[in-house]
């Protein structure tokens, strides 16, 4: 099994920016792939972003291309989201995810582990 710590959430300005750092501990060199997803109040919980653990490759949602860098740190275990450029829009709660298996990265169903998420606030 895989453990999985958010950090780095917080209020900021409209504008601002953040760094989301996930922590990952226990069986963490079998994890494929490890995403960010966000959930806002009444909302559904939505893709972010997300990194292949062994080759690197990113993948993000629209809403966040060129304003979002998702990066990793393997000696570390751990997977960064830089925020850039935020908006009211992106509040929301913030959770990372990892999956042992490779394929899609971008549905809820693809992952197995999540952590308990970090809070994100924007104001205008």
């Known amino acids: 099994q895989v453990q999985l710590v958010e950090s780095g959430g917080g209020l900021v300005q409209a504008g601002g920016s953040l760094r989301l750092s996930c922590a990952a501990s226990?069986?963490?060199?079998?994890?494929?792939?490890i995403g960010w997803f966000r959930q806002a109040p009444g909302k559904d919980r939505e893709f972010v972003a997300a990194?292949?653990?062994?080759?690197?490759?990113?993948y993000y949602a629209d809403s966040v291309k060129g304003r979002f860098t998702i990066s990793k740190d393997n000696a570390r275990n751990t997977v960064y989201l830089q925020m850039n450029s935020l908006k009211p829009e992106d509040t929301a709660i913030y959770v990372c995810?990892?999956?042992?298996?490779?394929?899609?990265?971008?549905?809820?169903?693809?992952?197995?582990?999540w952590g308990q998420g970090t809070q994100v606030t924007v104001s205008s």
């Open positions: 995810a990892t999956t042992y298996y490779s394929g899609s990265y971008y549905r809820t169903y693809d992952y197995e582990y």
């Open positions: 226990g069986r963490t060199f079998s994890m494929s792939t």
């Open positions: 990194i292949s653990w062994s080759g690197g490759k990113t």
